[in-house]
């Protein structure tokens, strides 16, 4: 369902970059499908599994003993426990395998961004930053993380310490964004009023908007009744007819990583 609404949000120049989870299930669809529709999609580094029956695990197998997963060998369901127990060591041979998948599969990976904003943390994010430049390939991070939506699943979290975490880094391989927003999951008011308020969020400058939708069939089936009927949502007011003026009566235009790339290469 998630593949489907992006290559459908992709060809109406809607959605017009997207990222892969290469543990998950269905990893080798988008592969093909960004082969047979040429698209922008990127690595969403992966090191939580958080729903409760639809699962996956690492790559790597030294993953199994570095703090990576639970007690039946799944990522850890949420950031905190992965902060608190994963060794550094396995975490970068876990990013590097799913990188490595990916390019073996045949995706030429527009960026990298991070599922839950685990390898945004402070304890891991310049092991993020480090396979980007080792890669070459574009991370995503904000310009500040006083707005950055990710660190809602972070429990313990300090702007201060995140923005100190920068300013030691080389972010030559660092794509930047004045405000990183995500999908309004715990937002039950009227679809219009929800993205009334989400699209009064957009800075001036490059907002990264990390959406979520799904086509109905099986979303229903894997994620929280609310979460399930949140992507639909999602997937339906993005696909209406009038999203493309919304966006110019706004003055945003869609812009794809291959094109943010191509700046940062010229300067």
């Known amino acids: 369902g998630a593949n489907a609404a992006f290559i459908e949000l992709n060809s109406l120049g809607v959605c017009t970059s997207g990222s892969v989870m290469v543990p998950c299930p269905w990893f080798s669809e988008i592969v093909d499908l960004a082969t047979a529709h040429p698209c922008d999609v990127g690595v969403h580094l992966t090191l939580n599994s958080e729903k409760k029956y639809y699962r996956w695990r690492p790559l790597e197998a030294r993953s199994q003993n570095g703090g990576l997963v639970d007690s039946g060998g799944f990522f850890h369901a949420k950031v905190p426990a992965t902060r608190a127990s994963a060794d550094r060591g396995a975490l970068e041979d876990e990013l590097r395998a799913q990188i490595e998948c990916a390019l073996a599969a045949g995706l030429h990976p527009s960026h990298l961004d991070a599922h839950m904003g685990c390898a945004y943390t402070p304890e891991f994010i310049d092991i993020y930053v480090k396979l980007a430049a080792e890669y070459k390939i574009p991370a995503m991070l904000p310009q500040s993380f006083l707005d950055f939506d990710p660190a809602a699943n972070w429990d313990e979290y300090s702007p201060e310490l995140c923005n100190q975490k920068l300013r030691d880094l080389d972010l030559s391989w660092v794509i930047r964004f004045d405000a990183v927003i995500e999908t309004p999951w715990r937002d039950s008011s009227s679809i219009e009023e929800r ?45 209406s007819s009038g999203i493309i003026e919304r966006f110019k009566r706004i003055g945003a235009t869609p812009i794809s990583f291959r094109l943010l790339t191509a700046a940062l290469a010229q300067d």
């Open 195 to 239: 993205y009334d308020r989400f699209f009064g969020r957009l800075q001036e400058g490059k907002n990264f908007l990390a959406l979520h939708f799904n086509a109905p069939g099986e979303i229903e089936f894997i994620d929280s009744p609310m979460g399930a009927r949140t992507r639909i949502d999602e997937y339906e007011y993005f696909r």
